[in-house]
């Protein structure tokens, strides 16, 4: 059983940058593929970023190509999202999810609880 922790979401203005973080523990988190997804109020879950399980391959939303970076630190069991640029449409539950290296939810099979970003313009 895989268990993850989100953190570093917060209240920032529109052009700043945050950094989230999702600690990993439990199972063989190492061998999994690691993705960031987010849901607005009233949206559906959608995907942002994933990464390889060893960090060779990423791979991003259109809407957030080029403003955020997703990475991993194996040693530290840690997967890191980098957003820069914000823009008040990124505010969202931002959610880390740990399974196979794709944009679809239902190839994830552990989530975290979420980390709240707010943009304000």
């Known amino acids: 059983q895989v268990q993850l922790v989100e953190s570093g979401g917060g209240l920032v203005q529109a052009g700043g940058s945050l950094r989230l973080s999702c600690a990993g523990s439990?199972?063989?988190?190492?061998?999994?593929?690691m993705g960031w997804f987010r849901q607005a109020p009233g949206k559906e879950r959608e995907f942002v970023a994933t990464i390889a399980w060893n960090g060779d391959f990423t791979y991003y939303a259109d809407s957030v190509k080029g403003r955020f970076t997703i990475s991993r630190d194996i040693a530290k069991n840690t997967v890191y999202l980098q957003m820069n640029s914000l823009k008040p449409e990124d505010t969202a539950l931002y959610y880390c999810?740990?399974?196979?290296?794709?944009?679809?939810?239902?190839?994830?099979?552990?989530w975290g609880q979420g980390t709240q970003v707010t943009v304000s313009s």
């Open positions: 999810a740990a399974g196979s290296f794709s944009t679809r939810s239902a190839e994830y099979a552990y």
């Open positions: 439990g199972g063989t988190f190492s061998t999994y593929a």
